[in-house]
């Protein structure tokens, strides 16, 4: 499986220029290929939904060029589409689902569209019963109302009004209406049920106008679409900033950025068409603080520090109202969304995936069919580490990562985010500031563990031993009676320690083992279990888990390499083999335990090879890292040197 972990952030400041609407996009392009005439589309967002739009429309015979930096020109069909026959496949893409299954039952063809399983599970009887009063010849090959479906050519009834629920997915209103001018009658659809997701529609009005269909509407209520209704290209349109993906950005700064520092996204503001936007007035409510102008938007943490719980009914911003949930977790008081059921039938159960991951944090959270209500922790140090479960839902996994101000964090399978927002992570990373951490790796008895130590302790900061690590699970290896190269059952070990930090003492399962650990036995035990891949991918994470504020440094092999790759210091920490062969006696000496230097010599040898050859994480200088040879320096000396390299002064 794939993850990604995420430190924990300090604080988030800087400017982000937005990639375009998904839900413009999608309508556009769809417009643009029904259009007469040529459409240049600018700023189109290039992800996985978009992706799979531009295939079908290239599959159904519509000329799509593309013209490089997310532009692209659409050579409009003027009408239904050239191929009258095709299989679509059309991933997990709701907007393009939808608004094909629409356009494609009015058009006169033979079509059959297809998706990922879980597109196969969200409904989309609505949409085809309204289409069928239409005359529309749809069938479903799976299950009754769910997608895959066979479409075959209409047998059209003009004239008619046509009834939708609107209550489930405004997907269903927004499709219906763009199909509806291939129809060339005049046609009325009126909505049954609360209309949910208003704004959508709004989009959905706006786009058809630019492309020369103005929609008659009572409230609403009754949307009519006129007799000779003709789709004609702009010449030239230029797709938004997605406003949905600006939230995840303006609760960064809701949340982290202070002391005169903001987060803006350019892209959406004012004067835009999404109803997102509006995610801005609830992040307001919250106590942020928030400027907005034509085409920007900025956050930043409210004057009194501390952003308030709400109770906000979201009907209006159904996706970005996700992002509330995870910005309710750093407020004061419970955060309470209601009117979101439509959650339930997105890219996955998003209530059900909410609640379930905001637990694994620690969080508590109460969910009904159409509400969810968190539960801010007393404190935000009570947040558990937790590996976050994304269920290939983008939104998911860009929500989880605002959790990181609180905690380290794993996203797993974070590539889902494709679907709308490719290089977001690389984005986060740009406009947050992480914990600072310092790496020093060295090879054994180095005197690394103590240098780290004493940084540590100067700068007020936390202290990884990351060996203790390898040989604790040697320790709890031996104790289960499981051989150290047994690589399954010691990453299970290594997975499962029961261990605790604490002042200086080391708790396995309840038990002080500092000692225990330390024997020249378990020295050679951890070195050998050190080189199981299994077993440094065990404890990778709870390694990451130790960086908390103010700050860590960590000691090890792979510290610099891996473990804390994107550390702002790193130190290559040695000293000759003899040197490292006397200190290590003189240890051994004071603790009472009898020693001999020509063995520990040829100990201290034959690990720096194991070490240093092991395929995985091999104990090496990493190329960015200083080098610190402390053959002839005194403790301070090295401790002051690290120090310096850090720009630290010590507290
Ligand atoms: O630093 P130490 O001597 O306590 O480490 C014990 C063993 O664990 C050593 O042989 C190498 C291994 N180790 C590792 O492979 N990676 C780390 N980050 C730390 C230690």
């Known amino acids: 499986m794939e993850f990604l972990d995420l430190p924990?952030?300090?604080?988030?400041?800087?400017?982000?220029r937005l990639p375009g609407s998904k839900s413009i996009s999608n309508r556009v392009l769809l417009l643009a290929a029904l259009a007469e005439g040529e459409t240049e589309v600018r700023d189109l967002l290039e992800s996985d939904d978009t992706a799979r739009m531009l295939d079908a429309l290239k599959t159904l015979g519509v000329g799509?060029?593309?013209?490089?930096?997310?532009?692209?020109?659409?050579?409009?069909?003027?009408?239904?589409?050239?191929?009258?026959?095709?299989?679509?496949?059309?991933?997990?893409?709701?907007?393009?689902?939808?608004?094909?299954?629409?356009?494609?039952?009015?058009a006169g063809g033979h079509y059959q569209l297809t998706g990922?399983?879980?597109?196969?599970?969200?409904?989309?009887?609505?949409?085809?019963?309204?289409?069928?009063?239409?005359?529309?010849?749809?069938?479903?090959?799976?299950?009754?109302?769910?997608?895959?479906?066979e479409i075959r050519p209409p047998a059209l009834l003009s004239g008619q009004a046509v009834s939708v629920r609107g209550d489930v997915s405004s997907q269903f209103l927004t499709g219906l209406l763009m199909a509806l001018p291939l129809t060339g009658a005049e046609t009325t659809v009126e909505v049954v049920g609360e209309l949910i997701s208003k704004p959508y529609i709004e989009i959905t009005l706006a786009i058809m106008a630019r492309f020369g269909v103005q929609v008659q509407r009572e409230g609403w209520q009754r949307f009519t679409v006129p007799a000779g209704s003709r789709y004609r290209s702009p010449g030239v349109i230029y797709v938004e900033g997605d406003a949905s993906s600006a939230s995840y950005f303006l609760a960064l700064g809701a949340i982290g950025a202070s002391d005169g520092d903001?987060?803006?996204?350019?892209?959406?503001?004012?004067?835009?068409?999404?109803?997102?936007?509006?995610?801005?007035?609830?992040?307001?409510?919250?106590?942020?603080?928030?400027?907005?102008?034509?085409?920007?938007?900025?956050?930043?943490?409210?004057?009194?520090?501390?952003?308030?719980?709400?109770s906000l009914d979201c009907n209006h911003i159904p996706d970005a109202a996700m992002t509330l949930a995870i910005a309710a977790i750093f407020a004061e008081g419970p955060t309470t969304l209601t009117n979101i059921a439509s959650w339930r039938v997105k890219e996955t159960d998003r209530i059900a995936a909410m609640a379930t991951e905001l637990r694994k944090l620690g969080v508590t959270v109460d969910e009904g069919a159409d509400y969810i209500r968190v539960f801010p922790p007393e404190k935000i140090t009570d947040l558990h580490p937790a590996a976050i479960a994304t269920y290939d839902?983008?939104?998911?996994?860009?929500?989880?990562?605002?959790?990181?101000?609180g905690t380290p964090l794993r996203i797993n399978e974070p590539n889902c985010v494709a679907k709308t927002f490719p290089d977001y992570f690389e984005r986060f990373a740009a406009v947050t500031k992480p914990v600072p951490a310092i790496a020093i790796d060295g090879p054994s008895a180095s005197g690394k563990g103590t240098v780290a130590a004493r940084v540590a302790a100067a700068l007020g900061w936390h202290y990884l031993d990351s060996g203790a690590l390898y040989r604790l699970t040697a320790l709890a290896a031996r104790r289960a009676g499981?051989?150290?190269?047994?690589?399954?059952?010691?990453?299970?070990?290594?997975a499962g320690l029961d261990v605790v930090f604490s002042e200086g003492s080391i708790l396995l399962a309840g038990e002080e083992v500092g000692e225990a650990i330390r024997t020249?036995?378990?020295?050679?035990?951890?070195?050998?279990?050190?080189?199981?891949?299994?077993?440094?991918?065990?404890?990778?994470?709870?390694q990451r888990v130790f960086r908390c504020a103010?700050?860590?440094?960590?000691?090890?092999?792979?510290?610099?390499?891996?473990?804390?790759?994107?550390?702002?210091?790193?130190?290559?920490?040695?000293?000759?083999?003899?040197?490292?062969?006397?200190?290590?006696?003189?240890?051994?000496?004071?603790?009472?335990?009898?020693?001999?230097?020509?063995?520990?010599?040829?100990?201290?040898?034959?690990?720096?090879?194991?070490?240093?050859?092991?395929?995985?994480?091999?104990?090496?200088?990493?190329?960015?890292a200083k080098l610190l040879d402390t053959t002839s320096l005194s403790i301070e000396t090295a401790v002051a040197q690290v120090l310096a390299w850090a720009n630290k002064a010590p507290k």
């Open 393 to 405: 839902d983008h939104r998911i996994a860009m929500c989880f990562s605002l959790a990181a101000f």
């Open 64 to 106: 799509v060029e593309s013209l490089g930096a997310n532009a692209f020109r659409v050579r409009g069909a003027g009408g239904a589409f050239p191929v009258k026959e095709a299989a679509l496949f059309l991933g997990n893409a709701g907007t393009a689902f939808r608004s094909l299954t629409a356009t494609l039952a009015l």
């Open 262 to 310: 903001s987060l803006r996204v350019e892209g959406v503001g004012r004067d835009s068409i999404q109803g997102d936007v509006r995610f801005a007035d609830a992040l307001a409510q919250m106590g942020a603080q928030i400027a907005m102008g034509p085409n920007w938007i900025e956050a930043s943490a409210p004057v009194t520090g501390k952003l308030q719980g709400i």
């Open 116 to 149: 990922v399983p879980r597109m196969h599970e969200r409904p989309i009887g609505d949409l085809v019963n309204a289409l069928r009063q239409i005359g529309a010849n749809i069938a479903y090959p799976g299950n009754e109302g769910f997608p895959p479906l």
């Open 482 to 494: 499981i051989a150290w190269d047994d690589e399954v059952r010691v990453a299970a070990i290594a």
């Open 520 to 542: 020249e036995e378990m020295s050679s035990g951890a070195s050998q279990v050190a080189a199981l891949p299994a077993v440094r991918a065990a404890l990778l994470f709870r």
């Open 8 to 16: 924990p952030v300090l604080s988030a400041q800087g400017v982000v």
């Open 550 to 624: 103010p700050g860590l440094v960590g000691d090890g092999r792979d510290m610099a390499s891996v473990v804390f790759a994107d550390a702002a210091t790193k130190v290559f920490l040695t000293a000759s083999v003899e040197v490292r062969a006397e200190r290590r006696y003189k240890q051994l000496i004071e603790k009472g335990i009898a020693a001999n230097i020509l063995p520990l010599l040829q100990d201290l040898r034959e690990r720096d090879e194991r070490d240093s050859q092991r395929s995985v994480a091999p104990l090496q200088q990493s190329t960015d």
